[in-house]
């Protein structure tokens, strides 16, 4: 059975910072390409963070560049997000994500609020 398990969400002031955490299992982690993406109310999924297999390569969305940092173990199958200098606009609904041409697996989310 597939899981990803995301943890870390919270209330935080602007300025503050995170670091969110996916934990994966039924599936091989390692051979998959690892995403973040998050979901404000009222508004389209918009991808955060994109790391590659080896975690060689890192993509981030415009928005969180020079904000964000995507990584991975692959020993332990995890995937961190961690977001410094956060504002207002950053509180969504976090979701990690696994995709691969054979696979597409989501977790159920981790709330981030940032707010004074």
């Known amino acids: 059975q597939v899981q990803l398990v995301e943890s870390g969400g919270a209330l935080v002031q602007p300025g503050g910072s995170l670091r969110l955490s996916c934990a994966a299992s039924g599936f091989t982690f390692s051979r998959s390409t690892m995403n973040w993406y998050r979901q404000a109310p009222g508004k389209e999924r918009e991808l955060v963070a994109t790391i590659s297999r080896t975690g060689s390569t890192t993509n981030y969305g415009d928005s969180v560049k020079g904000r964000f940092t995507i990584s991975r173990d692959n020993a332990k199958n995890t995937v961190h997000l961690e977001m410094n200098s956060l504002k207002p606009e950053d509180t969504a609904v976090y979701y990690c994500?696994?995709?691969?041409?054979?696979?597409?697996?989501w977790g159920q989310g981790t709330q981030v609020t940032v707010s004074s």
């Open positions: 994500n696994a995709r691969e041409i054979w696979w597409d697996y």
